[in-house]
């Protein structure tokens, strides 16, 4: 069965500092996607990144980028210059047909 | 850009009572997700729709069901309702059946049930 274990229930992080979030998953597939989610208190679910899994570079999106290491199966985001509205709790999902979830990172940046 | 749309945004029903939520995908969009996220949760997935027939399913209760109509739009009936039930229930959208292909999905905005 797939899992998405996120070890770190809460972070917190300086504004204009870096933060890394963790993640790791097990899967029996080979081709697969992992995505980070981010839910700010509005509760609306965002999608922050997305990675394919056969794609050996790790993705980036302006101040996130993953550190994806596939053979430890492990999926983490960096978040650069962490600005306040990066406040929120952080998904990280892996595909399934449809997505499972981790249970959460809950970051909050501090002024 | 349009979104998908959920409605309503706040529901609130007593135990044992129905309740229907209603599920906008973004135009084009022809797969249809559902999630169950209660307080403190992870979303749970309980069911998927392609081209108007399910396609996956979850864990969903034999008290609730749903479906996909011609215009794409879904509904989830949810009767018996029990206090448990009470959570913020995602519908989620995306292109075409080849999701594990990882097309991205987008997220309403959800409707938040509240079972008293």
């Known amino acids: 069965a797939q899992t998405v274990t996120q070890s770190q229930p809460e972070m917190s992080v300086q504004e204009a500092e870096t933060v890394t979030l963790s993640c790791t998953y097990d899967t029996s597939e080979n081709n697969y996607y992992l995505f980070w989610y981010k839910q700010p208190p509005s509760r609306q679910m965002i999608l922050v990144i997305r990675?394919?899994?056969?794609?050996?570079q790790n993705a980036t999106e302006n101040r996130f980028s993953v550190n994806f290491q596939k053979a430890a199966k492990s999926f983490s985001l960096k978040i650069s210059d962490s600005q306040l509205g990066d406040t929120a709790m952080y998904f990280c999902a892996l595909t399934q047909g449809n997505l499972i979830f981790g249970k959460g990172t809950k970051l909050s940046v501090k002024p | 850009a349009a979104g998908v749309i959920q409605s309503p945004r706040h529901l609130i029903k007593e135990k044992r009572e129905t309740a229907t939520l209603k599920c906008y995908p973004i135009?084009?969009?022809?797969?249809v997700y559902w999630y169950q996220q209660g307080p403190g949760q992870d979303p749970q997935f309980l069911i998927s729709f392609y081209e108007k027939m399910q396609s996956d399913k979850g864990s969903i209760p034999d008290r609730f069901s749903a479906q996909q109509f011609s215009d794409y739009h879904s509904e989830l009936n949810m009767s018996s309702l029990e206090l448990g039930d009470s959570a913020l229930y995602f519908c989620?959208?995306?292109?075409?059946?080849?999701w594990g292909a990882g097309e991205k999905l987008f997220f309403g905005s959800g409707t938040q049930l509240s079972v008293l």
């Open positions: 989620a959208s995306s292109l075409g059946s080849s």
């Open positions: 135009p084009r969009h022809d797969t």
């Open positions: 990675q394919e899994a056969y794609k050996q």
